[in-house]
């Protein structure tokens, strides 16, 4: 990414500790394109790409605004030099985190084993893949010049950006609330950037469920009444909902839906904060086994409390005009008529089901991570948005296929006190019953405009995630 500045402003020969002084300035005067002195946003990212080596946005906004000592909106000399020199101290003392032999050079083991301290995985060949993109001189070992050079403009100063790089993101909502919590790094934590990102999330969640609310009713009516009659398909089913309560119906239950994002992801970061303490030693990094334990442990945690609010939304959603008026009086109705345990109808197949949708999603998202490190990782092992957006949509999808039919179950169970003529069935009664009069097909009714708002919904959620964050003031580690 860096190698032009081996030979043009960054001599191998240089000492490591006491670099010439022209050095900066070469580089600084590439960089100030009008010659007055001082280095403004635009120039260096024009600079930056006159040069060959574009960051991108958030990487250039992140040196400039952190270069720019006095906030005066331009780079002079003396604080794009002090910024260079800091920048390589904490270089510096990544490169001797990661020498762990300690002879001034990288090797792929060294990635391997450190990699695996931070919880990531990966093969030897993978390591190498990842040294090929920072080695300059195809010895296959990275020494601190080509270090050096290769993260001299890039915001990344630890390997563990490369972790960050393969993160589940909090800001993708597909609608369900069985995904392990998203990681933090304890800067994130200290500096409150962690609440500001779950925050964006929250509303990003919001919007997406808001905008395939009607996909996600449909679903619902299908688990529910599909049995009925092998005649409700997506187009009849729109048509009966809308006739039945007009257009509005369509988004009926949705409150319910978004109201429990804010305790469900309060409770789920707080439980998966303690499991991990109880899985993993003080100072140790978590591996991806603990993360599913604690993350699905946090999932059960986080439905445990909020449960009953899964159930007024299913009955909502189910509901006909008039028969609730809106969530205190369906929650009144149902303590009235059926006791405090109907809040939990359902609770068993639901919690069952977060361990193959939590254990599928981690294992395809590896997968297909590994897959790319192997096939793609030839100049950078940051995939970009598009790949990452694909993968935890795939991955997530996958989840979705392993529990669908618990979660059908649950739906039905949650639902089964409107049905008139219906006997109230346990979980495997349920099961038996579907599987005797509808077969195997049965247990996936309403799956189709469940991926139906699969696309819709990481798209929107990942564009207003973004969105505000940069509102909340999140900064790009």
Known sequence: MLRWLRGFVLPTAACQDAEPPTRYEILFQALDRNGDGVVDIGELQEGLRNLGIPLGQDAEEKIFTTGDVNKDGKLDFEEFMKYLKDHEKKMKLAFKSLDKNNDGKIEASEIVQSLQTLGLTISEQQAELILQSIDADGTMTVDWNEWRDYFLFNPVTDIEEIIRFWKHSTGIDIGDSLTIPDEFTEDEKKSGQWWRQLLAGGIAGAVSRTSTAPLDRLKIM??????????????GGF????????????????????????????????AYEQYKKLLTEEGQKIGTFER?????MAGATAQTFIYPMEVMKTRLAVGKTGQYSGI???AKKILKHEGLGAFYKGYVPNLLGIIPYA????????????????NFAKDSVNPGVMVLLGCGALSSTCGQLASYPLALVRTRMQAQAMLEGSPQLNMVGLFRRIISKEGIPGLYRGITPNFMKVLPA????????????QTLGVTQK
Not at 292 to 296: A, L, T
Not at 360 to 371: F, M, N, R, T
Request: charged fraction near 20%; hydrophobic fraction near 40%.
């Open 222 to 235: 299908m688990q529910v009444h599909g049995s009925k009659s092998d005649k409700m398909n997506i187009f």
């Open 239 to 270: 048509r009966q909902m809308v006739k039945e309560g007009g257009i509005r119906s369509l988004w009926r239950g949705n409150g319910t839906n978004v109201i429990k994002i804010a305790p469900e992801t309060a409770v789920k970061f707080w």
């Open 292 to 296: 599913f334990i604690s993350g699905s």
């Open 328 to 330: 205190y009086d369906c």
């Open 359 to 374: 254990g599928i999603d981690l294992a395809v998202y590896e997968l297909l991570k590994s897959y790319w490190l192997d």
């Open 458 to 469: 990481v798209g929107i959620s990942y564009v207003v995630y973004e969105n505000m964050k």
